[in-house]
């Protein structure tokens, strides 16, 4: 690549010299981490269900390479068609989501899932990323020509988002796009007067989910207080990150892997604190910290707003999926069965997060007539 003149129209030599490699490299580093999480933390998971040792790796590495094509070729666009895939791509999960809730299998109480072709397909992984574009679309049409009803079209679809995915039940992805969408709104300009009120709502909703749905009302009674109910999973993720230490036990040599339920993806993070010691934790938060805040500092210069606002919505998702699950993980917040971006055991998670961020990548490339802040 360093071969690739300045000079080059080529499309691979446009978008090396426009593209934030320092981002890049560090999506890749933590891209090739996960792959060696799977190795690590799967087989003792896929032997205590009965599988084959390597049935979780194998899976996962049959979709690396084109999960690295989907984030490569979303990464090539221009915010016009970054706008335009969001857009399709949100009317084509907004139509799986409904299938999902007609003839999708019930796991856990919960009806997330679709089957295709034999791939489970969790479509609310993929409406994440378009919905902020979508959004941060309608909102910057409405604060370009003022009578544009953008916000209201936005508030009508996020009301439409999140009643689907209630009705699941997932109130993680709830919470995560409700943050996401008020933050983007925020952002775009919406009046100090009604920040209080959307808040108050956010409250008040979260409250209702406490007394609505049952696994939620166990979860945070849990939380507040570990000996009313069955904490065994938290316990076990806190035993491998005192295991752990500051150095790990080693790549497979932790112990609590083969205790602990969904130990490669919901609690992955646990198996990284036992094999590989608080240090490489810390590194690998660092890690994405430096994602979240370096495309934040790039989008600070950018001038449109649509750009401004759906890098933004994509970054705070991706900052937000890995902060929920590392303090699960810690036990500092309520149990939430999220994976941990890139590194987890997750199909449908590791293609929706390429994408995600294949277009934050598209967003935040160099271009004509926009302030380069680094």
Request: a positive charge; proline letters at 3%; hydrophobic letters at 55%.
């Amino acid at each position: 690549m360093s071969s690739i003149a300045r000079t080059d129209t080529s499309i691979l030599g446009r978008w090396w010299w426009t593209v934030d490699r320092w981002t890049s490299g560090a999506l890749l580093l933590i891209i090739l981490f996960g792959a060696l999480m799977i190795f690590a933390a799967s087989p003792s998971v896929a032997e205590r269900i009965g599988l084959d040792s390597y049935h979780f790796v194998r899976r996962q590495l049959m979709l690396l390479p084109v999960a690295a094509a989907i984030l490569f070729v979303c990464s090539l666009m221009t915010p016009l068609q970054v706008r335009r895939i969001a857009f399709v791509g949100f009317i084509g999960c907004l139509g799986f989501m409904v299938l999902t809730l007609m003839f999708g299998a019930e796991i856990k109480g919960a009806r997330r899932w679709l089957s295709i072709g034999g791939f489970s397909l969790q479509t609310s992984e993929f409406l994440k990323p378009c919905f902020a574009i979508v959004a941060a679309w309608m909102f910057s049409e409405w604060r370009k020509d003022i009578g544009f009803p953008g916000h209201w079209i936005a508030v009508v679809l996020y009301g439409l988002v999140v009643g689907l995915l209630l009705m699941q039940p997932d109130l993680g992805q709830t919470v995560v796009i409700s943050l996401v969408w008020f933050g983007q709104f925020f952002l775009a300009g919406l009046p100090m007067i009604l920040v209080g009120g959307v808040m108050l709502c956010g409250v008040g909703g979260l409250i209702a989910a406490y007394f609505l749905f049952p696994h939620v009302n166990d979860r945070i009674n849990r939380f507040l207080d570990p000996a009313a109910g069955d904490s065994y999973q938290v316990d076990r993720s806190l035993e491998a990150f005192r295991n752990g230490g500051l150095l790990g036990t080693g790549p497979g040599e932790g112990q609590v892997k083969a205790y602990l339920p969904d130990a490669h993806a919901d609690f992955v993070f646990s198996v990284t604190g036992e094999e590989f010691g608080a240090i490489v934790c810390i590194l690998l938060i660092s890690l994405f910290a430096f994602v979240v805040l370096r495309g934040f500092a790039r989008l600070f210069a950018e001038q449109s707003l649509f750009v401004l606002l759906a890098g933004a919505g994509l970054l705070a998702q991706f900052g937000l999926q890995a902060l929920i699950h590392m303090a699960s993980a810690l036990q500092l917040m309520p149990a939430k069965g999220m994976t941990l971006p890139f590194i987890s055991y997750g199909g449908s998670s590791l293609l929706a997060l390429a994408l995600g961020m294949g277009l934050m990548l598209a967003l935040t490339r160099s271009r004509a007539g926009r302030m380069e802040a680094l």
